[in-house]
């Protein structure tokens, strides 16, 4: 089945450690995005990438990092300079952007700062 | 800067009702609208995509309507079901950008 696998699902941290969450579509889609969603506040954009090895800054990508070597794949590191990492974490996919892309997104990750 | 709006945050209904649900956004040069679904705890599920240049969608008991000049859409779920309970978010994809504007949602709830 075509879609997007995000893991883990759950991720527990200490502070001052950096993770890094997967995100793998199979959909042939060549942009992918992250996004940050908290109680309250809607989902808020992290980075993004509309191809292979490029990518840019949302709206709050202060402390995080991606890289975008393969199509497939487009994985986010929250490092240590992230002041609130504790969040639900969402990879989505579309497959030629803003002009006529229709977004879909994974299951979501869900990190936890001790 | 775009902003999208869903009022009311929630709604709570009983089985069997139609209904409708409100989003707003500030700029009309949009791309195009986005429907989402999300129950607790999972992504989103992309329920309708309206592009700039038509001006509903409809996909089984859900239709959705996109009036640019106004800055307005409505998702119309017709005799609503439990299952039906969930957030439904909208989102617009902004003009000359590459990013989607989503507002805060709307969590819906369906007595049976």
């Known amino acids: ?114 | 800067k775009q902003e999208v709006t869903q009022i009311p945050a929630a709604l709570s209904v009983p089985e069997g009702e139609n209904l409708v649900l409100n989003c707003s956004f500030t700029d009309s040069a949009i791309y195009n609208l986005q429907w989402f679904r999300q129950d607790p705890g999972k992504g989103l599920t992309s329920l309708l995509l309206i592009q700039s240049s038509q001006r509903e969608q409809t996909s089984g008991r859900l239709n959705a309507s996109l009036d640019k000049s106004s800055g307005r859409s409505t998702l119309y779920i017709a005799a609503s079901q439990p299952g039906d309970s969930a957030t439904y978010l909208c989102a617009v994809w902004e003009g000359g950008s590459e990013k989607l504007v989503f507002g805060k949602g709307m969590k819906l709830t369906v007595n049976p």
């Open chain 1, 1 to 114: 089945d075509g879609g997007i696998t995000q893991s883990p699902k759950y991720l527990f941290r200490k502070e001052g450690q950096n993770v890094t969450l997967s995100c793998e579509q199979n959909l042939n889609h060549d942009a992918m995005y992250w996004y940050r969603q908290d109680p309250g506040q809607g989902l808020r954009l992290i980075y993004y990438s509309q191809i292979v090895n490029d990518f840019q800054k949302g709206d709050i990508a202060e402390g995080y990092s991606v890289s975008r070597e393969k199509k497939e794949s487009f994985p986010l590191t929250v490092t240590s300079a992230q002041k609130n990492p504790t969040a639900f974490y969402l990879c989505a996919s579309s497959t030629t952007g803003g002009v006529t892309g229709e977004l879909f997104f994974g299951e979501g990750s869900r990190l936890t700062v001790l």
